[in-house]
């Protein structure tokens, strides 16, 4: 039964893009997590990008217990999160022609590796740039989008194109224009973002759907543990050693 209070409407409107991504998207989830687990097992490094709010799902699965060790965060200065001032600086850097390519022109990715680029519009320069950017230097690109943008907006990028145009592999979180869930009587703007959410989702989504596919393989998928039980700290130094070559979140 839905709660008629907007707290209780917004679970339900978060559960139900859940339910909604969980059965319309479990193929592209599934080909996205064998994507990883072909790269782990290949000897690849896996990247992980997102702008502004989308750079929150990303961060989600790097250095996380429970999750893949392999996994780095790609960051562009600036665009990481809402640290920097003023923070509309952000989302002036998004639409930045060139920028992408600079960043992984200076980064450790090669040829092999996997990048997801996670966006909810997908039609900033950006995230575009940098899925293509990445395929043309070889690495295979995943990417998290809202497809509905590309229908119902125009991309801000040169070419015309979405992020979504770019991918090897694509999950669609379902966020309607706008990503505001709810609207009420006396409130003006809709509001509710549900993005972060469902694209955090997705994302430990696809990292288990790895997981399971490289155990089926007879590969022990490197996890890390959580710090905060006994035994963490110790198993973790053992993974971050083995694995070290392709961990970079461990550098300066």
Same mark, same amino acid.
């Given at each position: 039964?839905? #709660?008629?209070?907007?707290?209780?409407?917004?679970? #339900?409107?978060?559960?139900?893009?859940?339910? %909604?991504?969980r059965d319309e998207e479990a193929g592209a989830?599934?080909?996205?997590?064998?994507?990883?687990?072909?790269?782990?097992?290949?000897?690849?490094?896996?990247?992980?990008?997102?702008?502004?709010?989308?750079?929150?799902?990303?961060?989600?699965?790097?250095?996380?217990?429970?999750?893949?060790?392999?996994?780095?965060?790609?960051?562009?200065?600036?665009?990481?999160?809402?640290?920097?001032?003023?923070?509309?600086?952000?989302?002036?850097?998004? %639409?930045?022609?060139?920028?992408?390519?600079?960043?992984?022109?200076?980064?450790?990715?090669?040829?092999? #590796?996997?990048?997801?680029?996670?966006?909810?519009?997908?039609?900033?320069s950006l995230p575009v740039e940098m899925a293509m950017n990445a395929r043309a230097?070889?690495?295979?690109?995943?990417?998290?989008?809202?497809?509905?943008?590309?229908?119902?907006? %125009?991309?801000? *990028?040169?070419?015309?194109?979405?992020?979504?145009?770019?991918?090897?592999?694509?999950? #669609?979180?379902?966020?309607?224009?706008?990503?505001? +869930?709810?609207?009420?009587?006396?409130?003006?703007?809709?509001?509710?973002?549900?993005?972060?959410?469902?694209?955090?989702?997705?994302?430990?989504?696809?990292?288990?759907?790895?997981?399971?596919?490289?155990?089926?393989?007879?590969?022990?998928?490197?996890?890390? %543990?959580?710090?905060?039980?006994?035994?963490? *700290?110790?198993?973790?130094?053992?993974?971050?050693? +083995?694995?070290?070559?392709?961990?970079?979140?461990?550098?300066?």
């Amino acid at each position: 039964m839905s #709660d008629s209070k907007p707290a209780g409407q917004f679970f #339900d409107a978060a559960i139900g893009l859940l339910r %909604r991504v969980r059965d319309e998207e479990a193929g592209a989830v599934a080909d996205a997590g064998a994507l990883i687990a072909d790269t782990v097992a290949d000897g690849g490094r896996i990247f992980v990008f997102g702008a502004g709010h989308s750079s929150l799902p990303a961060q989600d699965v790097v250095y996380r217990a429970g999750g893949l060790a392999l996994v780095n965060l790609l960051a562009v200065p600036g665009v990481v999160g809402i640290d920097v001032m003023p923070a509309t600086l952000g989302s002036a850097l998004e %639409r930045v022609d060139g920028l992408a390519g600079a960043v992984l022109d200076t980064s450790p990715a090669r040829p092999g #590796d996997v990048l997801v680029v996670i966006s909810l519009s997908g039609r900033n320069s950006l995230p575009v740039e940098m899925a293509m950017n990445a395929r043309a230097l070889g690495l295979k690109v995943i990417g998290v989008t809202s497809v509905a943008y590309a229908e119902e907006t %125009r991309s801000r *990028h040169v070419s015309g194109t979405f992020l979504k145009d770019h991918c090897d592999v694509v999950v #669609d979180t379902k966020i309607t224009v706008g990503d505001a +869930e709810l609207t009420s009587e006396g409130i003006a703007a809709p509001f509710g973002p549900a993005s972060t959410v469902v694209a955090s989702a997705v994302m430990q989504a696809v990292m288990a759907a790895a997981a399971g596919e490289l155990a089926a393989r007879g590969i022990d998928p490197p996890m890390l %543990r959580s710090g905060n039980v006994d035994g963490g *700290h110790e198993w973790n130094g053992r993974v971050l050693s +083995e694995y070290g070559d392709r961990i970079f979140f461990r550098h300066h």
